[in-house]
């Protein structure tokens, strides 16, 4: 999406309140596929990527963003607000797929190879990954060197997928109850039945 658009968003989400929105917090998704050309092990800048990092750094340096009023394109002659993003927090994440080879490259931590191989899994520390392995991924060096904290996180263990099922306000399975409500049924599912525990 147009950087434009993304602020504009923010704008709405506060409420059509432009002090507000110079204080929230932006989250963008996936800006690993922003990085590279391909998922394979050789690291090749893309050039459409590099220009939407290019983009998104000088926002996130703060700038003065001039956004269509209404949201959509800038048109001439049409209302425009003003909005600068030097407060905005902005939270990157991506999966960086293929990063804890980088890792094991620095860390001298080798995968054993053949069928009688011991290999251990938790050799790999993502958590020990540094700005540096970030840069060699795929990322531009301005951008990382604007991520003041990088963290790292690891999967969900069955009792947390469960969790996150079942608890919060508008979680997957009260989702489903609410379709099925529409239809007169009322989805009854416990915690067996989210674990897929057998009868």
């Known amino acids: 999406e147009d950087v434009e658009n993304v602020i504009h968003k923010l704008y709405q989400a506060a409420d059509n309140n432009i002090e507000r929105c110079e204080q929230g917090i932006i989250y963008i998704d996936e800006i690993d596929k922003k990085g590279r050309k391909s998922e394979g092990t050789s ?17 996130i340096e703060g700038t003065e963003c001039r956004v269509p009023h209404s949201g959509g394109r800038k048109h001439p002659g ?3 607000l003003t909005i600068n993003t030097k407060n905005i927090l902005f939270i990157l994440g991506g999966a960086f797929v ?25 050799k790999t520390k993502l958590s020990e990954v540094t700005a540096n392995d970030i840069i060699k991924w795929g990322m531009i060096p ?20 469960v969790q996150a099922m079942t608890e919060p306000k508008n979680s997957l399975i009260s989702q489903y109850q609410t379709l099925f409500k529409m239809d007169g049924i009322d989805l009854t599912i416990d915690k067996k039945a989210a674990r897929s525990e057998e009868h």
């Open 78 to 80: 049409g209302d425009m």
């Open 142 to 161: 301005e951008l990382v060197g604007r991520m003041p904290k990088i963290a790292t996180l690891e999967e969900l263990d069955e009792e947390q997928l």
């Open 43 to 59: 690291i090749s800048r893309d050039v459409s990527g590099e220009g939407v990092q290019q983009a998104l750094l000088k926002i």
């Open 98 to 122: 293929g990063l804890e080879e980088i890792i094991n490259k620095r860390t001298n931590v080798h995968a054993g190879i053949g069928f009688n191989s011991n290999v251990d899994k938790e």
